[in-house]
């Protein structure tokens, strides 16, 4: 059951990329799914412009501040990205 979908482009700078994934946990974690874990994906191809490693420290940055309520409301993260750095 898809809940939602997002995407990030553009080469964006770590700030941008942190207040985005920010976003996405703050709606993740306000509830348990009734059935079980959420799960999130983070995935791509490979980024011919995005610097992958800076858009992963923002993600990194949100993933520190919401780790505790990710775990809380059962999210599973996995991740296939592929790029520059």
Same mark, same amino acid.
């Given at each position: 059951e898809l809940a939602n979908h997002g995407e990030y482009s553009g080469n964006p700078?770590?700030?941008?990329?942190?207040?985005? =994934?920010?976003? =996405? &946990?703050?709606?993740?974690?306000?509830?348990?799914?009734?059935? $079980?874990? +959420? *799960?999130? #994906? *983070? $995935? $791509?191809?490979i980024a011919n412009f995005t610097d992958v490693a +800076?858009? &992963?420290? $923002? #993600? #990194?940055?949100?993933m520190k501040e919401y780790a505790d309520k990710l775990k809380e409301v059962g999210v599973k993260i996995y991740v296939r990205r592929g790029g520059p750095n």
């Open positions: 700078t770590r700030a941008e990329t942190r207040e985005y =994934v920010k976003t =996405v &946990f703050d709606l993740m974690t306000r509830s348990r799914h009734p059935q $079980g874990d +959420k *799960i999130l #994906i *983070i $995935g $791509g191809a +800076k858009t &992963f420290e $923002g #993600i #990194i940055d949100a």
